[in-house]
């Protein structure tokens, strides 16, 4: 089923039980679908994210982040990122949004170096207090593939990628770019 150009407003609860309007009125929304709570390559993917959020903000894009798990769940891996999680155990946005799952998430060997970056850095991490290792068996399952949708105001999906293996998503510059080439405007002093 191919997503329509306009998303219906909707209104998504965040695992911190904000509600976050979709589209939000006031800026862009980069919807990002990962993979399950506690996925390293996510985790790893999402840091680059923390990094420049304060250029994201500037650019006046709010960070709304699907994973398939239980919200109980994604709060053990989420605490050191300030974006908004949202979770989706029964995969009805993942659905809506034609987002798949599949062998080819790990098995692609476009996605190996992200999975070897991503265990070295686990290891490092993993000697912080803290700490929660990934789980051994990944809830819904760790086939998940990535997605990202750029949202305008309006409700027009501006821009969207589906990844075809586990580290196949828009990039911090990828998405800057999105975002000026919609020549949408930043909204300042919003968070």
């Known amino acids: 089923m191919p997503l329509p150009s306009h998303l219906p407003p909707r209104t998504l609860t965040t695992i911190a039980e904000v509600e976050i309007p979709i589209p939000d009125p006031d800026r862009l929304v980069h919807l990002q679908f990962r993979r399950f709570a506690g996925c390293p390559v996510c985790a790893l993917h ?6 420049r959020h304060d250029e994201i903000v500037a650019t006046g894009i709010r960070e709304v982040v699907v994973f398939h798990s ?8 989420s605490a050191e990122f300030p974006l908004d999680f949202v979770a989706d155990p029964t995969r009805a946005l993942y659905r809506e949004f034609g987002v ?38 990944a809830e819904g399952g760790r086939l998940g593939l990535p997605a990202d949708f750029l949202i305008a105001p309006d409700g027009r999906v501006l821009a969207s990628k589906h990844g075809r293996h586990a580290d196949d998503q828009w990039s911090v510059d990828e998405l800057l770019r999105s975002a000026q080439v919609t020549g949408t405007p930043p909204q300042v002093g919003r968070g």
Request: proline share 12%.
């Open 46 to 51: 999402l840091r680059s994210f923390v990094h």
């Open 70 to 77: 239980h919200a109980a769940e994604l709060r053990k891996y």
């Open 100 to 137: 798949e799952y599949g062998p080819r998430a790990l098995l692609d060997p476009r996605a190996w170096p992200a999975i070897i970056r991503s265990v070295w850095a686990e290891l490092r991490a993993s000697r912080r207090p803290g700490y929660h290792a990934p789980p051994r068996s």
